[in-house]
């Protein structure tokens, strides 16, 4: 394997970050997961743009132009050759002393790793999958903003941890109001009478590219579309659930704290929409072999 730091590859032994990184000593910084299909990577430049967003956010100087970081994502899928795959770019506030002061930082590293990922098991995307909620509460707007894909991700780590701890995968994250922000890594759909519900951005859900992608494909389909504050409530008595990221894709939820969802099986908007997120996975996204 290749990996991109600033402008240079190096193999996996070689692929080195200083301990004085305050992406390391701080979780200062910022990253991105994208998806690759038939050696197409899939929304790069919105993938690209949420990073610029994120380093705004963070007053982080990226040392690049988009056009420039969209090349170099190119580049490093060139390098190892890849057809389908899961991209990491990351880009840290760099070497700095110990202590917070970023100014100390001068120069980001920018990191870009292209491989592999499978994050849930294949039979959860077939039979779906048992969620529950968790007692951490997703991080207010006036701390870290969930907007932000930051590398501080204790917050989501915290309620994967407790998930795990009962036996399940992932875990609906409340935010401090107590309505459904997401998951730890998903975003969370819900439909009630072929109307499709997900919790507002405002509820501290992040800017999902897969939840832009799934919205814009069921408002092609002509279905309903609303983004209501949601409650447990609303989550027990949907008639489906299910949850959405570039690393997850699509995922069927057929059960939430011990209550059935629906029929207990993936439901008929679930399938649908999977159906044509598949179909747009084939036909878009930039090529990396022109
Ligand atoms: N919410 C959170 C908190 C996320 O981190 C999503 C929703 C889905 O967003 P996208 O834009 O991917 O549709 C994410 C996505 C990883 C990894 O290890 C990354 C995410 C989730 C899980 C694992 O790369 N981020």
Do not use: W
């Amino acid at each position: 394997m290749k990996i991109y730091i600033n402008g240079s590859f190096f193999s996996e032994a070689d692929a080195k970050i200083s301990v004085f990184d305050h992406g390391l000593l701080y979780g200062d910084g910022i990253f991105e997961g994208i998806r690759m299909y038939n050696g197409r990577v899939f929304k790069l430049v919105e993938h690209v743009e949420r990073l610029y967003y994120s380093a705004k956010a963070i007053a982080l100087n990226i040392p690049m132009t988009q056009e420039e970081m969209i090349r170099a994502v190119v580049e490093t899928c060139k390098a190892n050759n890849l057809g389908d795959g899961y991209i990491r770019l990351v880009v840290t506030r760099g070497e700095g002393t110990l202590g917070l002061a970023p100014d100390r930082c001068k120069k980001p590293q920018v990191i870009i790793i292209a491989s592999t990922i499978q994050l849930y098991p294949e039979e959860l995307y077939t039979k779906g999958m048992s969620i529950i909620t968790v007692p951490t509460t997703r991080n207010h707007h006036n701390a870290i903003n969930p907007a932000i894909k930051s590398l501080n991700y204790l917050n989501n780590i915290l309620a994967k941890i407790e998930a795990s701890n009962a036996g399940v995968q992932e875990a609906i994250m409340l935010n401090s109001q107590g309505y459904v922000a997401e998951c730890t890594g998903d975003n969370i759909f819900l439909v009630k009478r072929n109307q499709l519900f997900t919790p507002p951005l405002s509820a501290g859900a992040l800017y999902g590219i897969t939840r832009g992608t799934v919205l814009d494909l069921a408002r092609e389909a002509g279905m309903e579309i609303s983004e209501p504050d949601v409650t447990r409530y609303d989550v027990y008595n949907a008639d489906e659930c299910f949850l959405t990221g570039s690393a997850a894709e699509l995922i069927p939820v057929t059960k939430v704290d011990g209550r059935q969802i629906g029929e207990g099986t993936p439901g008929p908007v679930f399938k649908k929409l999977l159906g044509l997120f598949h179909d747009l996975t084939k036909r878009s996204g930039t090529a990396i072999f022109e």
